[in-house]
């Protein structure tokens, strides 16, 4: 029962942090299983109440550079299907739809051009909502070197949109 509480907790906030390290639905699927059975399987060893959501992302994070060394390649994330299929309000200007959607892509351009090791910082801290406090947790390291890590990827994103912008 309490492994199930677990699974109802993490799992919304692991799925979003894998589902935008992949470029498929199919793919984040694949991997998030394998996270929750890896839990299950450890399940013995789970630490305290506090502890147990730095855990799971501490697997999420394990088993998807297992993932990639495995399949001997990063995937290239791609504009989510759902967001591709999402359809415009009647209200919103179709060229509106249009920018937002350009926008969208440029970023997931962007966050692909960055090293592993920053797109999984950026993606526990927005997809998967962790704090820095968590994040430090995950990875074993200080709160300060979680901030100047986020504030050094996210200056390399920004520089990275900034270039982009000023090419078209």
């Not at 299983?33 to 299950?40: C, L």
């Not at 959501?53 to 791609?78: G, H, N, P, Q, S």
Request: one cysteine or more; charged letters at 30%; glycine letters at 2%.
């Amino acid at each position: 029962m309490a492994f199930e509480r677990l699974y109802h907790a993490a799992f919304p906030k692991v799925y979003a942090f894998v589902r935008c390290q992949v470029s498929s639905v199919e793919t984040a699927q694949d991997v998030v299983s394998r996270i929750f059975v890896k839990a299950y399987r450890n399940r013995l060893h789970q630490p305290n109440a506090e502890a147990t959501m730095a855990w799971i992302f501490r697997i999420a994070r394990t088993t998807l550079i297992d993932y990639w060394r495995v399949e001997k390649r990063r995937d290239a994330v791609t504009q989510p299907l759902d967001a591709m299929a999402e359809l415009t309000s009647q209200a919103e200007d179709p060229e509106a739809a249009y920018e937002r959607k350009e926008r969208g892509a440029r970023v997931v351009r962007a966050v692909n051009g960055l090293k592993d090791d920053d797109r999984i910082l950026l993606a526990m801290k927005f997809a998967g909502q962790r704090t820095n406090r968590e994040i430090a947790a995950i990875l074993r390291i200080s709160d300060a070197a979680v901030s100047m890590r986020l504030l050094r990827a996210l200056r390399l994103l920004r520089a990275t949109l900034d270039g982009d912008r000023g090419e078209r």
